[in-house]
């Protein structure tokens, strides 16, 4: 979880929409870790990339607010959200609820069985 103030023991479960289960279930187990890459690498290759394309301003980070703010769009409540984001509290969701439901975009999402098939290296450390 980001907490800048304690990084360790931090950990939270979340529970995981069965499209982002699927996505999990599909990646290679070549090590314990679903995505087994430090956070240095994901950081540096993610400013990389915004640099490569020209895009100017955009963290990671800022996935996950469009992710939380897609699931209020699905008409999703708070403690529902609040399980698949790990916020805990209301204020910490707060500033997402202001989005109007437009349905499901992920029903009959053409991309979902793209990113389920595809064939993926796991360029990183592996046991």
């Known amino acids: 979880m980001k907490n800048p103030g304690q990084k360790i023991g931090n950990d939270v479960w979340c529970h995981l929409p ?5 996505i999990v279930q599909s ?4 090590c314990p ?9 994901i950081g540096t290759a993610w400013s990389k990339a915004c640099k490569m394309v020209g895009v100017v ?9 469009e992710g ?5 769009e699905m008409d999703w409540d708070i403690p529902r959200v ?5 916020h805990r509290d209301w204020n910490s969701l707060r500033r997402y609820t202001h989005l109007r439901g437009r349905d499901d975009r992920y029903e009959c999402w053409k991309w979902l069985e793209k990113i389920i098939q595809a064939p993926v ?3 990183a450390r592996v046991d």
Do not use: K
């Not at 069965?18 to 699927?22: K, L, Y």
């Not at 939380?68 to 209020?72: A, E």
């Open 18 to 22: 069965d499209e982002a289960w699927a």
């Open 27 to 30: 990646m290679p187990r070549q």
């Open 33 to 41: 870790e679903i995505f087994p890459y430090n956070t240095d690498s």
């Open 57 to 65: 301003d955009l963290h990671f980070h800022n996935l996950r607010h």
């Open 68 to 72: 939380v703010s897609r699931l209020f």
């Open 82 to 86: 609040s399980s698949v984001s790990g």
């Open 121 to 123: 290296t796991l360029g």
